[in-house]
Antibody
Framework: EVRLVQSGGGSVKPGESLRLSCAVS????????MNWVRQTPGKGLEWVGR??????????DYTSPVKGRFTMSRDDSKNTLYLQMNSLRTEDTAVYYC???????????WGQGTLVTVS | EVVMTQSPLSLSVTLGKPASISCRST???????????LNWFQQRPGQSPRRLFY???NRDSGVPDRFSASGSVTDFTLKISRVEAEDAQIYFC?????????FGQGTRLEI
């Protein structure tokens, strides 16, 4: 069974930082790209970024709202994906999901979601 | 950025009747590899999205066959042949052909 278990959400003030984690099991982590997606009642679902697997360069792409402030990384030895969020803004308040997608895997496995509140 | 526009945004359907949701993109979704990466998702409030279809019409495991999906290039449709109570959820289209990947606004299906 594939599981993506998220941790690290919470409530912070504007300008502060937070790191989210996503522990993956049940698939070969190194074969897939990984993604972060966020959801708000107002804006709906929004892509945050994608992180290639090491064999595809291991680089990341980010969407405009978070570029320069958020950084995705992965620890293949721990099968874990991270999202470092700096200089948080009130508009970053959302439920954040880690998602498989790219490489050998489709966008069919999602974490349980973690709420980040910036206020 | 490719904008995905769903319609309607809200849909009220009688049990046992059909339902149809449209999703249109502002650019063609044909990838350079020739595939069209259009996905459909279903989501209950408070839960993670669940993928129903990928590459327009490929049904995910466990998705009832009353659901079908079709379309091409810029126009896509999700259909439910006979709506059941458990189908009262929110449905999203997602394109993963062009970066950044983008979702439709979501369609709320009510019974």
């Amino acid at each position: 069974e594939v599981r993506l278990v998220q941790s690290g959400g919470g409530s912070v003030k504007p300008g502060e930082s937070l790191r989210l984690s996503c522990a993956v099991s049940g698939l070969i982590f190194t074969k897939g790209w990984m993604n972060w997606v966020r959801q708000t009642p107002g804006k709906g679902l929004e892509w945050v970024g994608r992180l290639r697997r090491r064999s595809d360069g291991g680089t990341a792409d980010y969407t405009s709202p978070v570029k320069g402030r958020f950084t995705m990384s992965r620890d293949d030895s721990k099968n874990t994906l991270y999202l470092q969020m700096n200089s948080l803004r009130t508009e970053d308040t959302a439920v954040y999901y880690c998602v498989t997608g790219g490489g050998d895997y489709g966008f069919d496995f999602w974490g349980q979601g973690t709420l980040v509140t910036v206020s | 950025e490719v904008v995905m526009t769903q319609s309607p945004l809200s849909l009220s359907v009688t049990l046992g009747k059909p339902a149809s949701i449209s999703c249109r993109s502002t650019q063609g979704l044909v990838h350079r590899d020739g595939h069209i990466y259009l996905n459909w998702f279903q989501q209950r409030p408070g839960q993670s999205p669940r993928r129903l279809f990928y590459k327009i019409s490929n049904r995910d495991s466990g998705v009832p066959d009353r659901f079908s999906a079709s379309g091409s290039v810029t126009d896509f449709t999700l259909k439910i042949s006979r709506v059941e109570a458990e189908d009262a959820q929110i449905y999203f289209c997602l394109q993963t052909t062009h970066w950044p990947y983008t979702f439709g606004q979501g369609t709320r299906l009510e019974i």
